[in-house]
């Protein structure tokens, strides 16, 4: 029995360890302002060569971010506020030489654009800035929260070389 549990307790240390290097390529920030729960977030490792070849190549490339913001709770139960769902995507025309971008929030598309540099490109697919989670009237006050977001691509395997997805988390907690 007793190495059973060792051998339990050896793979979640490991699959620890493996989550938290993916977790280090995705910065959080939190911000709770006077009636909303911003959060800008931005994928640091993820426009790799192999992203840029798919999208040179005419493919239709989506960076989907699934946003939660969760209470922290007693043992273990954390109960889940809000919960948005923001992508980036680029279709890339190879006889305009042009990307053309959008942007969607839980299905509604907030923005488009058209871009040819390159760098704009990185920085549509794999950062937003003050994503609009919640109203700040649904956390308690002085208690804690975190933000946890796992991103994944399209097609699948262009994102950081694996066919997985990486989750990052946040911690704070909310003064009013």
């Not at 990486?166 to 907690?173: A, E, L, Q």
Request: glycine residues 6%; hydrophobic residues 40%.
């Amino acid at each position: 029995m007793n190495r059973r549990l060792c051998l339990w307790c050896l793979c979640a240390v490991l699959a620890g360890g493996s989550m938290l290097g993916a977790a280090e390529s995705l910065r959080i920030v939190p911000i709770a302002q006077v009636d909303d729960v911003l959060v800008s977030f931005e994928l640091a490792d993820a426009y790799t060569k192999e992203v840029r070849e798919a999208i040179s190549s005419g493919l239709r490339t989506t960076f989907t971010y699934d946003v939660e913001l969760r209470m922290v709770g007693p043992l273990w139960v954390d109960r889940t506020i809000a919960r948005v769902v923001a992508s980036a995507g680029d279709q890339y025309d190879n006889l305009a030489r042009r990307h053309n971008l959008w942007r969607m929030v839980n299905g509604h598309v907030e923005e488009t654009s058209v871009a040819e540099d390159d760098s704009v490109v990185r920085g549509w697919l794999t950062a937003f800035t003050r994503l609009q989670v919640c109203k700040t009237s649904l956390l308690d006050p002085n208690h804690d929260y975190y933000v946890r977001i796992s991103a994944r691509s399209r097609p699948q395997g262009s994102l950081l070389g694996w066919a997985g997805s990486i989750t990052g988390r946040t911690k704070f907690t909310f003064v009013p």
